[in-house]
């Protein structure tokens, strides 16, 4: 125990290039059994590839891997399971059509390289493998119908199975209540006891910085910053990701006082949802709408743009009642939403930066006979990419061809060119790197500036508070507490949550 | 203001294909006729040519459509064999009737005909759009379905002898060209206007990239799909009455091995069976290879069913290309990411 | 497992309409309830039930095969053929079943290079390949058909393990392949459910990344499925070859859509990870009940292909809405996942 409690895992000078474009230049870092460590960058850091190397996905040009007292230039995947290392991803990698007790058993079979199966076996390891984290999950269910929060505690249980030594979690907050965060962290408590190193790799900060003992910040490939956990502030952090002085400061822009409302919802009930739902918007004014998972609070939002199910209660839009049967009305009424995965809900890939910018208005582009204007699809083309600052030389291009921060906001342009009186936001700045997180905001602001009325739907309190006038807080699908500019305060939000 | 945005669909890599497909077409050309001079290099073959392209290039087309979706219809062919009978249906119970078959009554069966079709395109829209059944099991379903109510009500048999005013349409020339070929370019037209230049199109080509983007951006990206399904089962009627008008008959089973021959020319084509990018033009010369192919094993007397395996063999060495160069692009745009 | 959930199941439903549909037939002509003609139906069904188990293990990781009816004629006719040429013993019974199963491997092996290696969709690749072994087959094999299959294989055609004669009607002869068509049945079922290849077909099924990240080698499996189901398509092309008597390479043509209605009818999902052997099983009496008994019904053995498309329609059409229904209830419990 002592020697888990002792052992080093890491790398030193590790170099990694992909087609002669740097992703790693000589990151070293080292993290101790039983200890947790955070490692904090933004996308295009190279955190992805370094987890990709330590977990024997890819080989290092140059550098070494320390697991334990071995050293090793290069690792298979097998291999660095064999030798303890396991990540976590943001999807968990659990088969949905199988049981939590297959899911959790798989693994070690594999490493047994069994070729038979036993139900009694399969139980067996399931049990103890959760007995081990202090887990209570019927593990005769589908894997499919299980909330998250018990998804991950599952693949943790996998892990912890194998005699995971080093564990690596991508992103693991994300999707979780405070409830759930709170179990999560007593698991990492139960395992860091064990003498296993873990590591959050994640950029929300505030979420992880109470369990986490030490911290190594990566920027373009390189360590800018590592030691104690209770050394950095949240800005430092900030600071060292983006290597820019971001500020954070509130940036609402001063509403106008008027009665006029853009939306009003009377009364939204889905059972089991969310019921009783009311609340307004006037124009220019920005709603923040926050809530726990599994509040109801992306259903709300959705409901809200006709892609989930009303059961009863009205909406009113620019005064007129409007039937949500499809996102197409919602359209029409003058709703628009951004989703919040942009990869796979929010952009064309592999269309060009022009047809991903139309992609909402197309209709709006056409002339006598269904046909297309081409010359007025360009110039709207040329005018968002002028407006939002895209940054490309030729529309034309594939959208991939764009950085992140860039194609976030070629998807809320896609938005905005409807010119819509209501705009719902859900998470519009997830796995958006800091900088372009400001700048976003700022659009927000401008264009509230202009009358236009935001829905704000994001578990990113600080950002919350950075640009709403008002937020309300959901739970159990319903309204719980409205908070005003006046009250608006981090603290105050973060306890109403938990 | 740059002309290269009169195309969308990432027109340069359109051009791109289009070009490669124009050399390989006059390669295969080039092969056929050096191989066989006497046979295949004569004006008698081209022109058999002109009249065999035509129904295959419709129902590919009608196949590029559902797959620019990124589904599949795979009832094309049964599609078109149910027009084709019910129009010969109509035309010869009418020409027992009386001896001179008025024009009126073979326009009305070839009316009917593209009803047929519209009401089985309709069917599988329902299916793909409304229920959300994956396309590839809906269309099978419908095939069996369509297939089976045809050999049904025609125990099997072929109806045969139809009007010789019908069959002028198959074997004869509008101002020195083929007819049917006239009509597929005309088609060919009204489709690739309709997929490049319309909202419509624009829209296919989106929801065939994303299909869940799409539901989130695309307005009435349901009544897309649903259209396209429409659109493939009529234009599979229109083959198939010019498969009746060539052949002077219709069968339940005719072109059962079209299908595959459709979905070789698609993919060889250029058409992406993921979604999201194909060319009209793309698969018109696709036909033409693979008819020059047919038409020059004939030549050579290879056997019809070596046809059948050349056919299989060029689908996989096509797809296995695609895949090749693909990785090839994906690893090129990893690097560019990183970059960036 | 609660009586509630075990009414919705599927195979509860199949259950329920194998009973009704045969009551309504034995209705209809009391001579349906002869032993007969239950060993009857038990005999049409065992080539297919072979086949289906193949596809269902390749439905079941995802994919989808439409060539196994080509392996299984090229398998069954080569293996006669090769018996022929080479002479050799034709009193051997096991010989050429043996060597049908070890052509149907080397073709599921081909099958295997395409969708593994290459990574094609697996309908366009089995299309593709069911092209290429027909052809292949029918130009350098043979395309004649065989009536005087060695005399073993002609043999076991008759060979019955029971013959029981009724005091009126016709002798019941039940096929002594009853017992290892039993025993197979129950290895695939074994095989899926009890070793860890089985439990990686369904992990392909329920997400290619999450399985390759357990460290099991989806190439390897999916190789390893696609030889498994060549090596039973074999089987079952020999088999039928036997059981008809006659080496037909035309045959087997178009029987992809029974079996797999037989597949998805008895539950798997065409999006893969689901499905099960009894399902199978049911499925298939289903499929040779109807196809089998229509005629009892008075409805005439052309009408056979639209039964199979209509019960293939209904069955998906009600699978597409509960899907929609579990989709609604899921979304409840899991809500906000966050780009998922």
Redo the contacts between chains.
């Keep these: 125990m002592v020697k888990l409690l002792t052992a080093q895992y890491g790398v030193e000078n590790i170099v990694k290039s992909f087609g002669g474009a740097k992703a790693l230049s000589g990151v070293s870092l080292s993290v101790t059994g039983g200890e947790v460590h955070c490692i904090a960058g933004e996308n295009g850091s190279g955190k992805s590839t370094l987890i990709k190397i330590m977990s024997g996905v890819h080989a290092p040009d140059s550098g070494v891997i320390q697991l334990g007292d071995k050293t090793f230039t290069h690792l298979s995947p097998r291999e660095a399971v064999r030798e303890g290392v396991q990540v976590i991803f943001q999807d968990f990698s659990l088969l949905p059509n199988l049981t939590v007790a297959e899911n959790i058993a798989m693994p070690t079979y594999i490493l047994n390289n069994s070729r038979i199966l036993s139900k009694n076996q399969t139980k067996e390891i399931a049990s103890n493998a959760l007995d081990l984290i202090g887990i209570d999950i019927d593990i005769n269910t589908p894997v499919a119908d299980i909330s998250i929060a018990s998804k991950q505690l599952i693949a943790i249980a996998r892990a912890t199975n194998l005699g995971v030594k080093m564990l690596f979690m991508d992103e693991p907050t994300t999707a979780l209540t405070r409830k759930e965060i709170k179990r999560l962290f007593e698991v990492v408590e139960q395992i860091k006891a064990r003498g296993v190193a873990t590591v959050f790799v994640s950029h929300k900060i505030d979420e992880i910085q109470e369990i986490c003992n030490t911290i190594t910040i990566l920027r373009n490939g390189e360590v800018v910053g590592d030691g104690l956990m209770k050394d950095f502030k949240r800005d430092k952090i900030s600071q060292a990701m983006t290597g820019l002085n971001v500020s954070e400061t509130r940036i609402a822009p001063k509403l106008k006082k008027t009665s006029k409302k853009v939306v009003e919802i009377k009364n939204f009930t889905t059972k089991p949802t969310f019921s009783n739902i009311s609340f307004s918007i006037a124009p220019g004014e920005i709603l923040g709408m926050t809530g726990l998972l599994g509040s109801g609070r992306t259903e709300l939002a959705e409901a809200i743009f006709g892609q989930y199910p009303v059961d009863s209660g009205e909406i009113i839009v620019d005064g007129k009642p409007i039937h949500l049967n499809s996102s197409s009305e919602a359209l029409k009424a003058g709703i628009g939403y951004v989703p919040p995965d942009r990869l796979t809900q929010g952009l064309f890939l592999e269309q060009s930066i022009l047809n991903n910018l139309v992609a909402v208005g197309i209709d709006q582009y056409q002339s006598k006979g269904g046909r297309l204007s081409k010359s007025r699809l360009a110039q709207a083309g040329e005018r968002w990419i002028k407006d939002l600052r895209i940054k490309t030389n030729n529309p034309q291009n594939p959208v991939t061809s764009l950085s992140g921060g860039n194609q976030q906001r070629v998807v809320l342009a896609k938005w905005l060119a409807m010119n819509p009186h209501l705009m719902i936001l859900n998470g519009p700045t997830v796995g958006v790197d800091i900088g372009s997180k400001r700048e976003i905001l700022e659009i927000i602001r401008d264009r509230a500036q202009e009358g236009m009325a935001f829905l704000v739907v994001s578990d990113d309190i600080p950002e919350l508070v950075q640009i709403c006038h008002r937020v309300i807080v959901i739970k159990n699908g319903q309204i719980s507490k409205e908070f005003s500019e006046a009250q608006l305060d981090e603290k105050v939000l973060y306890k109403e949550l938990s | 203001m740059n002309e290269r945005f009169s195309k969308f669909n990432t027109g340069l890599l359109a051009d791109r294909k289009i070009t490669q497909l124009m050399i390989f077409t006059a390669l295969t050309f080039i092969f056929f006729s050096y191989v066989s001079k006497d046979i295949f290099f004569t004006s008698s073959n081209f022109v058999s040519m002109a009249y065999q392209i035509p129904e295959i290039a419709i129902l590919s087309i009608a196949l590029m459509l559902s797959m620019l979706t990124g589904g599949i219809d795979l009832s094309i062919v049964s599609i078109s064999n149910a027009a084709a009978l019910v129009a010969s249906w109509v035309m010869t119970t009418k020409m027992g009737e009386s001896e001179n078959l008025s024009n009126k009554w073979i326009i009305i069966a070839c009316v009917l005909g593209t009803i047929v079709g519209l009401l089985a395109g309709a069917v599988n829209s329902i299916l793909v759009a409304r229920l959300n059944v994956t396309p590839i099991l809906a269309t099978l379903a419908t095939m069996t379905l369509f297939n089976g109510i045809a050999i049904g009500m025609t125990n099997g048999e072929s109806v045969s002898g139809l009007p010789e005013q019908f069959m002028r349409v198959g074997n004869g020339t509008f101002f020195g060209i083929p007819t049917p070929f006239v009509l597929m370019i005309l088609i060919a037209i009204a489709v690739g206007f309709l997929v490049n230049r319309t909202t419509l199109g624009l829209k296919v080509f989106l929801v065939g990239t994303n299909r869940k983007a799409a539901q989130y951006s695309v307005m009435g990206d349901r009544k897309v799909i649903a259209w396209v399904y429409l659109i493939s089962g009529l234009l599979s009627s229109l083959a198939g009455l010019i498969i009746a008008s060539r052949t002077s008959a219709a069968s339940p089973d005719f072109g059962s091995s079209y299908i595959l021959l459709a979905i070789v020319i698609v993919v060889l084509g250029g058409v992406n069976p993921n979604g999201g990018f194909g060319t009209v033009t793309g698969v018109i010369l696709a036909t033409a290879v693979l008819q020059m192919v047919s038409s020059g094993f004939n030549a050579l007397r290879f056997s019809q069913f070596f046809y059948l395996a050349a056919q299989g063999g060029v689908l996989i060495f096509v797809m296995i290309l695609n895949v090749v160069l693909e990785n090839r692009r994906t690893n090129k745009s990893i690097a560019k990411s990183l970059r960036s | 497992m609660n009586i509630k959930k075990l009414l919705l199941r599927n195979e509860t439903a199949l259950i329920i309409a194998i009973i009704l549909l045969s009551l309504v037939i034995g209705i209809k002509s009391p001579e349906f309830f002869t032993l007969a003609n239950l060993f009857d139906i038990f005999r049409s069904s065992f080539v297919q039930l072979i086949f289906a188990l193949g596809v269902l293990i390749v439905i079941i990781s995802g994919g989808?095969d439409i060539s196994f009816p080509a392996v299984g004629i090229f398998a069954g006719y080569t293996a006669v053929v090769l018996m022929q040429r080479f002479e050799w013993n034709p009193e051997n019974l096991l010989l050429p079943i043996a060597l049908a199963i070890i052509i149907g491997t080397i073709l599921g092996a081909i099958n295997s290079i395409?969708i593994a290696t290459?990574?094609?969709?697996t309908?366009?690749?089995t299309?593709?390949?069911?092209?290429?072994?027909?052809?292949?087959?029918?130009?350098f094999i043979g395309?004649s058909f065989i009536s005087d299959i060695p005399i073993a294989l002609d043999n076991f055609a008759t060979a019955d393990l029971l013959k029981i004669q009724p005091e009126e009607g016709t002798l019941a002869r039940l096929h002594i392949l009853i017992i290892p068509v039993a025993i197979l049945t129950i290895l695939v079922s074994l095989l899926l459910t009890?070793?860890?290849?089985g439990?990686s077909v369904?992990?392909l099924?329920?997400?290619v990344?999450?399985?390759r990240?357990?460290?099991?080698s989806v190439k390897r499996t999916q190789a390893k499925i696609y030889m498994l189901v060549g090596g039973l398509s074999g089987l079952a092309g020999i088999l039928y070859v036997s059981l008809q008597r006659k080496a037909n390479p035309y045959d087997l043509?178009?029987s992809e859509?029974d079996i797999?209605?037989a597949v998805?009818l008895g539950g798997a999902s065409?999006?893969g990870?689901?499905g099960t052997v009894f399902g199978t099983v049911l499925g298939v009496l289903l499929i040779s009940l109807i196809k089998g008994n229509l005629i009892l019904l008075g409805v005439?053995g052309?009408?056979?292909?639209?039964?199979?498309?209509?019960l293939?329609?209904i069955g998906?059409?009600v699978?597409?809405?509960n899907?929609?229904k579990k989709a609604?209830n899921?979304?409840?419990?899991?809500?906000?996942?966050?780009?998922?």
Excluded: C, H, N
């Design positions: 989808i395409a290459f990574g094609i969709p309908l366009i690749a299309l593709g390949t069911s092209g290429i072994f027909r052809g292949i087959m029918l130009t395309s009890r070793t860890m290849f439990r369904y992990a099924g329920g997400g990344e999450a399985t990240r357990l460290g099991i043509t178009g859509l797999i209605a998805v065409i999006m990870g689901y005439s052309s009408w056979q292909r639209a039964a199979v498309g209509a293939l329609l998906i059409t699978q597409a809405l899907e929609s609604k899921r979304r409840v419990s899991t809500s906000d996942e966050a780009g998922e």
